[in-house]
């Protein structure tokens, strides 16, 4: 079985789906959450498609009630292209589910009013995957583009913030025009837990980034971007200052004159190999 096949066991289906699914059935909505399982099913194989291409670490693929996850792990270290092709994979779909209903409508294997609910959802879901609210496709995209404008622990907080921003826009605009719709309160609360949750953990996030530059993992450097540091300045400090796609050379300085130079490695061997977390940029100056 190739790499593409290998998706198929990656594939889980949440528990709350099958409660959603029960209900559907009992209530006679079981064809509409059919429809959106499959829209949002080759959603997800985009996502996983294009990151098998390139060979990227899927560890799974969720389905749930609304929507889908596809679980990669990766840290931020690959090509901005690379990231780009696999965020967009997902919305892709839709493009070709919207170009694929009506020949099946003219073949005469789709009944006209299938297809306009498949339409529907199909728009609905795509438009829904672009607002840009993280882990959204639309939250992905703010935060890559911020993270080519700024070092990567910030993009990430840029990011959630942003996010948080239009989370709470969304809740204001449910509770005046919709504030009795449960599905829309259902899936803003999934929202909500899953962006507190992430912004708990952007610290565990940015070291795991560090971590595989330090072991040189899947790493890709499309420029060299030099830092300018003061000798009092942590460690901490300047790997904060790191950004994806980018070799660094710190250049080291104090009271108007140059002490001297380090490379990445040096900074990422000192902090994570030999548990140097309180040293600061003269001490490894001197040290050499």
Same mark, same amino acid.
């Given at each position: 079985? =190739?790499?593409?096949?290998?998706?198929?066991?990656?594939?889980?289906?949440?528990?709350?789906?099958?409660?959603?699914?029960?209900?559907?059935?009992?209530?006679?909505?079981?064809?509409?959450?059919?429809?959106?399982?499959?829209?949002?099913?080759?959603?997800?194989?985009? +996502?996983a498609a294009a990151a098998a291409h390139f060979e990227w670490k899927i560890k799974r693929i969720v389905i749930l009630p609304f929507g889908g996850m596809c679980e990669v792990?990766?840290?931020?270290? $690959?090509?901005?292209?690379?990231? *780009?092709? #696999?965020?967009?994979?997902?919305? #892709?779909?839709?493009?070709?589910?919207?170009?694929?209903?009506?020949?099946?409508?003219?073949?005469?294997?789709?009944? /006209?009013? #299938?297809?306009?609910? *498949?339409?529907?959802?199909?728009?609905?879901i795509l438009m829904f995957n672009l607002i840009p609210v993280w882990p959204l496709d639309g939250g992905k995209l703010v935060q890559l583009y911020l993270s080519t404008r700024?070092?990567?622990? &910030?993009?990430? @907080?840029?990011?959630?913030?942003?996010?948080? /921003?239009?989370?709470?826009?969304? +809740?204001?605009?449910?509770?005046?025009?919709?504030?009795?719709?449960?599905?829309i309160w259902m899936i803003l609360l999934y929202l909500d837990i899953t962006l507190w949750t992430e912004w708990k953990q952007q610290r565990y996030v940015f070291i795991r980034? *560090?971590?595989? $530059?330090?072991?040189?993992?899947? !790493?890709?450097?499309?420029?060299? +971007?030099? !830092?300018? /540091? &003061?000798?009092?300045?942590?460690?901490?400090?300047?790997?904060?200052?790191?950004? @994806?796609?980018? &070799?660094?050379?710190?250049?080291?300085?104090?009271? =108007? @004159?140059?002490?001297?130079?380090?490379?990445?490695?040096?900074?990422?061997?000192?902090?994570?190999?030999?548990? $140097?977390?309180?040293? &600061?940029?003269?001490? *490894?100056?001197?040290?050499?």
């Amino acid at each position: 079985m =190739n790499k593409y096949g290998l998706l198929l066991k990656k594939i889980q289906i949440h528990p709350l789906f099958w409660v959603v699914a029960g209900i559907a059935i009992l209530t006679g909505y079981f064809w509409q959450l059919l429809f959106l399982f499959m829209i949002v099913f080759i959603h997800e194989i985009g +996502h996983a498609a294009a990151a098998a291409h390139f060979e990227w670490k899927i560890k799974r693929i969720v389905i749930l009630p609304f929507g889908g996850m596809c679980e990669v792990d990766e840290h931020g270290n $690959r090509e901005i292209v690379e990231d *780009l092709i #696999v965020i967009c994979a997902g919305p #892709v779909q839709h493009l070709i589910i919207a170009a694929l209903i009506p020949v099946l409508v003219m073949l005469s294997l789709l009944p /006209a009013d #299938v297809a306009t609910q *498949l339409s529907l959802y199909n728009f609905m879901i795509l438009m829904f995957n672009l607002i840009p609210v993280w882990p959204l496709d639309g939250g992905k995209l703010v935060q890559l583009y911020l993270s080519t404008r700024h070092p990567y622990i &910030k993009a990430c @907080r840029l990011s959630l913030m942003s996010s948080f /921003a239009v989370l709470i826009a969304l +809740h204001a605009m449910l509770l005046l025009f919709y504030p009795l719709n449960i599905n829309i309160w259902m899936i803003l609360l999934y929202l909500d837990i899953t962006l507190w949750t992430e912004w708990k953990q952007q610290r565990y996030v940015f070291i795991r980034f *560090l971590l595989e $530059r330090h072991y040189g993992k899947n !790493i890709t450097f499309s420029q060299l +971007h030099p !830092i300018d /540091a &003061k000798g009092e300045e942590y460690l901490h400090e300047v790997l904060e200052k790191f950004k @994806r796609g980018c &070799k660094h050379l710190i250049y080291v300085g104090e009271n =108007n @004159r140059n002490l001297g130079k380090l490379d990445e490695n040096e900074i990422l061997h000192a902090y994570f190999t030999e548990k $140097r977390v309180s040293a &600061k940029l003269k001490d *490894l100056v001197y040290d050499d």
